[in-house]
């Protein structure tokens, strides 16, 4: 069983920024496509950002691209996701993920919910003055 753990949530201002830490004690993360996701009470949770374990590639949708960015520090175990320019509507509860099976294509087509297999308890993100 993999357990996933986030940090790094918390209130900031709009325009301000957070970093996310997503680690698994007792597992090595190397390897394997970890992502980003968040949900607001009524919605579906949706991707922010994912990372290949393979070759680094990276996934953005178009609301977060130029703005958020995912990174992987294989000697902390740790996969990062830097949030700048934050808005009101980043809000959420921000969850880490990673799918434990191989994928066949780019990450894009895996940076979705149901193509991962282990999901951590959140961070709670909140953007406001």
């Known amino acids: 069983q993999v357990q996933l753990v986030e940090s790094g949530g918390g209130l900031v201002q709009p325009g301000g920024t957070l970093r996310l830490s997503c680690g698994a004690p007792g597992f090595v993360l190397d390897g394997y496509v970890i992502g980003w996701f968040r949900q607001v009470p009524g919605k579906e949770r949706e991707a922010v950002s994912c990372i290949s374990g393979s070759d680094g590639s990276t996934y953005y949708p178009d609301f977060v691209k130029g703005r958020f960015s995912i990174s992987r520090d294989r000697a902390k175990n740790t996969v990062y996701l830097q949030m700048n320019s934050l808005k009101v509507e980043d809000t959420a509860v921000y969850y880490c993920?990673?799918?434990?099976?191989?994928?066949?294509?780019?990450?894009?087509?895996?940076?979705?919910?149901?193509?991962?297999?282990?999901w951590g308890k959140g961070t709670l993100v909140t953007v406001s003055s």
């Open positions: 993920a990673l799918r434990g099976r191989q994928i066949f294509g780019t990450i894009t087509s895996y940076c979705a919910t149901g193509a991962m297999d282990y």
